[in-house]
């Protein structure tokens, strides 16, 4: 079992930024990738950006070249850095951790989200 706690939302200006913190707890060492959704009133939940443990990062197309996702070596903490944010980022964000199991498959956790509003 993983744990995940969220900080760091908030209401922000359009090209303003804000840092997003995910804390993982727990059989840590099964985590395969740890990463941020999305989900906007009346859509769906959204990949925004995931980091493997082989290094690999991915983003959404609508994100990259404005949000970066890093980790702490010891995989207690992931960070989303969003920079130049737009009315279309509002959305509650969900931390995503992928647990191996013992099909070798990822298991998904989450957190409880926080809320991330870019307006003027």
């Known amino acids: 079992q993983v744990q995940l706690v969220e900080s760091g939302g908030g209401l922000v200006q359009p090209g303003g930024s804000l840092r997003l913190s995910c804390a993982a707890s727990?059989?840590?060492?099964?985590?395969?990738?740890m990463g941020w959704y999305r989900q906007a009133p009346g859509n769906q939940r959204e990949l925004v950006a995931r980091i493997w443990r082989s290094g690999t990062t991915n983003y959404a197309d609508s994100v990259k070249g404005r949000f970066t996702l890093s980790r702490d070596n010891a995989w207690n903490t992931v960070y989303l850095q969003m920079n130049n944010l737009k009315p279309e980022d509002t959305a509650v964000y969900y931390c995503?951790?992928?647990?191996?199991?013992?099909?070798?498959?990822?298991?998904?956790?989450w957190g409880r989200g926080t809320q991330v509003t870019v307006a003027s």
């Open positions: 995503n951790a992928g647990v191996w199991n013992e099909d070798s498959r990822l298991d998904d956790f």
């Open positions: 727990g059989i840590i060492s099964s985590i395969g990738a």
